[in-house]
């Protein structure tokens, strides 16, 4: 039989420790591993201290009654404007925390999505990045087109959001097997050459939320809402990806993608 005292603690569990989501027969082996490893046990306080300050700043206005002016259509998902301003101090506390590795409390499922969309979105990154002649299908010069092409196949509308604030601009895009179904592939790049691709696909989950993964130098960020999950993928400096994926979101959010 195996000891589960022996089995390593990744790092889902420690998330899953704080959020009270990990299985009792593994909990006991986690909180010995914290007694013997007291960087885990700091960044799992750190993650506890920024939850309960979360909490306190947003419950009281999360379980507030939708006024009565709302149309249906606004009834039938949460209110935006709470939200937006949650997801913007997430975002905050992500950059300046630098060791923050989640923004928002997931689900098991929301911890399966995020492995998968991470996983998928960080390979293609790492295969068209350093593509020279054929990065991408649709070059950026074509935008219209490219929305409209990648829109058609992923069933829902996909948007090249205009990052020239952070110094990026559209190489173009191409569509990629994803999760669920066809995914949408953006890429842009700087004047010094430096490439950023954000990556979307439908997702089984509503739970709009960010977080962090890196794989071989690369950081993601990930996120999920209407339905469909984002994965903006570049420099693992984690300041840099959240000023992008922050531009990407609050712009979908003006959209209302």
């Known amino acids: 039989m195996t000891d589960d005292h022996n ?11 704080v959020d009270n989501e990990l299985p009792a027969e593994r909990r006991v082996a986690v909180e010995a591993w914290l007694a013997a490893h007291p960087d885990d046990a700091a960044r799992v306080t750190s993650w506890r201290t920024m939850s309960d300050a979360l909490h306190a700043k947003y419950a009281a206005v999360a379980d507030e009654p939708v006024p ?30 630098g060791g923050v590795g989640w923004v928002a409390r997931g689900t098991n499922t929301t911890t399966s999505t995020f492995a998968h969309f991470t996983g998928d979105a960080l390979d293609a990154h790492k295969l068209y990045v ?16 490219l929305q409209q092409w990648l829109s058609k196949r992923c069933g829902y509308e996909v948007r090249a959001p205009e990052l020239d604030a952070t110094g990026l601009k559209l190489v173009g895009g191409r569509l990629l097997p994803g999760p669920t ?15 950023f691709t954000i990556y979307a696909s439908r997702a089984k989950t509503e739970t709009t939320q960010m977080r962090y993964a890196s794989n071989g130098g690369n950081g993601a960020l990930f996120w999920a809402d209407r339905g469909v999950g984002y994965v903006v993928s570049g420099s693992a400096d984690r300041d840099r990806l959240t000023q992008v994926a922050q531009m990407v979101y609050d712009q979908n959010e003006k959209a209302g993608l």
């Open 7 to 17: 089995i390593p603690v990744t790092e889902d569990e420690l998330h899953a420790y």
């Open 68 to 97: 009565p002016r709302l149309s249906v259509d606004q009834l039938s998902r949460p209110p935006r404007r709470w939200m937006m301003g949650a997801i913007a101090a997430f975002l905050l506390a992500f950059a300046v925390g």
């Open 130 to 145: 350093v593509e020279v002649r054929h990065p991408v299908e649709v070059a950026g010069s074509e935008r219209a087109h």
């Open 181 to 195: 179904g066809p995914a949408a592939f953006l890429m842009y790049e700087t004047a010094s050459g430096e490439r």
